[in-house]
């Protein structure tokens, strides 16, 4: 019989977790070893040998998961949200020049979530105008979403690189909110709906032409594929990985 990698979870009595737990316990290739939730003792991961930790918990509480993770040497595969460039260079020192252990942080494992960044990313160059529309069920703790926020991130760069100033906007008086959030001057705006689970669109537009780039997760079924891909290859990758990118090949 081949090895298994044994595979815990934190948050794995959340929306997420719970929906991982199955995927994982599914799998042939894969052990699932224990669940953490909130109070839980993070000991019981190193206790039953756990490899790889999925974690998708809270903005709040992720540092100190991952802290814990990397000090035991165990993999991490992160979907928590709340990763700002601070956070990510504090995961760098953490793990060191000679990093024991390999941690992937995605905002979104949605496969084609990560292919509508990436095309946002192609298209921002063509487009005079872009906005941001992100639209999640209405318990979710953070606004604007971490995939709007890097997907805002990646068409900014974009648009520096091609030599775009800011989309054309002639407001001079708003209600405050009225034209979302900014960031790298690109407008965010979050919508939060009950009946919703996780959506994105990205409006593009220039002269007599328009382009939407939309995903939908109806299910967060949605999101196990990409994270088993990261938990099967992340011992292989030591070090931090932003974005499920690279273990796709794009
Ligand atoms: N990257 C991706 O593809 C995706 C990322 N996300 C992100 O994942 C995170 C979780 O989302 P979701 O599952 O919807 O949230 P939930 O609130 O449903 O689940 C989070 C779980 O973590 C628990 N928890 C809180 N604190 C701790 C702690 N210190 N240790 C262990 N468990 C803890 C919560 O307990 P309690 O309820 O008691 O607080 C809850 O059971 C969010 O940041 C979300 O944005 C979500 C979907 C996809
Ligand atoms: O909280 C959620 O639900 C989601 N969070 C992630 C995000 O903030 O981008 C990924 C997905 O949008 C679902």
Redesign the pocket.
Known sequence: MSETIKVGVLGSNG??GQAIVAAVSDADDLTYTVGVDRGDALTSFVDAGTEVVVDFTHPDVVMDNLKFLIDNGIHAVV?T?GFTEERLEQVRTWLGDQPRSGVLIA????IG?VLSMRFAQQAARFYESVEVI?L??P????A???????TAQLIADAREDAGLGPSPDATTSELEGARGATVGGVHVHSVRLAGL????EVLLGTSGETLTIRHD?MD?AS?APGVLLGVRQIATRPGLTVGLDDFLDL
């Open positions: 929306k997420v979907g949200t905002p979104n494992f949605a979530a992100e999640h069920h318990h979710k703790a953070d604007p979403s971490g995939t709007a926020f890097r689970i996780a959506h994105q997760s967060r999101f």
